[in-house]
């Protein structure tokens, strides 16, 4: 008798343990705040156990007006990785805030757990005010092969907002960089004409793509930047690739 006692009272002692141990829907938010303010890798083991109501408390603090950037970006970016795409409409709805951070928040994670939907957005926030934004959106369609998304990537070339006071943003060279990865037979004049880009970045990224469609390599190991373009140049004007 007294031992099924004392195996009773044991499992009682443990069963309340292990309740305190789980944060009631009273006292989220600081547990949520504590796994928000850890180290990367440990963010995500913690990930392991988020139950809905931590999913909720993580969009709660994600759009948290008096809460920093540092802390809404992490909670944004823990609720998608711990619901997957489930989380897609709270990133849809970050997505339009109006703060460039959660709309570029919205679009990282978005492409992470959902990948035909962060496909779709980008293509929208191509156009966005703000240009980290911008570039976000070229990093994720740059991954797109189809060609109606690359013709939309070449027609932001030439957008007034990516050029400040008539001088080139870097968005302009990591779009042609991101043409040049696989680039298609067709847009050899493409890279040929932003060989003669004012700006030297676009210049040298047009560089890369020159070499890969062409199959030639101009110059040597120790030819600069300056070099290559202008080598390029006068192999473009040779072949009459201008446009």
């Not at 496909?119 to 005010?129: H, N, Y």
């Not at 779009?175 to 030297?200: C, G, Q, R, T, Y």
């Given at each position: ?9 044991f ?21 949520v ?6 180290p ?29 950037m540092?802390?809404r ?40 757990v ?12 191509l156009?966005?005010k ?100 202008l ?9 009459k690739?201008?446009?």
């Amino acid at each position: 008798m007294k031992k099924i006692l004392l195996t009773a009272t044991f499992t009682l002692i443990s069963a309340l343990s292990v309740q305190a141990a789980i944060p009631s829907k009273t006292n989220l938010r600081p547990r949520v705040m504590e796994l928000l303010n850890l180290p990367a890798e440990n963010r995500s083991q913690a990930l392991l156990s988020t139950t809905e109501d931590m999913y909720k408390e993580f969009i709660a603090v994600a759009f948290a007006e008096n809460q920093s950037m540092r802390l809404r970006w992490r909670a944004l970016m823990m609720a998608a990785e711990g619901r997957r795409e489930k989380s897609t409409p709270d990133l849809l709805k970050a997505s339009v805030h109006k703060q460039w951070f959660m709309r570029n928040a919205a679009l990282v994670a978005l492409a992470e757990v959902n990948e035909p939907e962060a496909q779709k957005l980008a293509k929208k926030l191509l156009k966005d005010k703000a240009l980290v934004v911008r570039s976000a959106a070229v990093d994720v369609l740059q991954t797109s092969p189809r060609p109606e998304v690359r013709d939309l990537l070449w027609e932001e070339m030439n957008q007034k907002y990516n050029f400040r006071n008539q001088e080139s943003l870097w968005i302009r060279s990591q779009i042609v960089e991101a043409m040049a990865m696989k680039p298609v037979d067709h847009e050899l004049k493409l890279f040929s004409k932003f060989l003669n880009d004012k700006d030297m970045r676009v210049q040298s990224a047009a560089v890369g793509g020159m070499e890969k469609l062409t199959g030639v390599k101009l110059g040597d190991a120790k030819a600069s930047r300056e070099k290559l373009v202008l080598l390029w140049q006068d192999y473009a004007r040779k072949e009459k690739l201008s446009l």
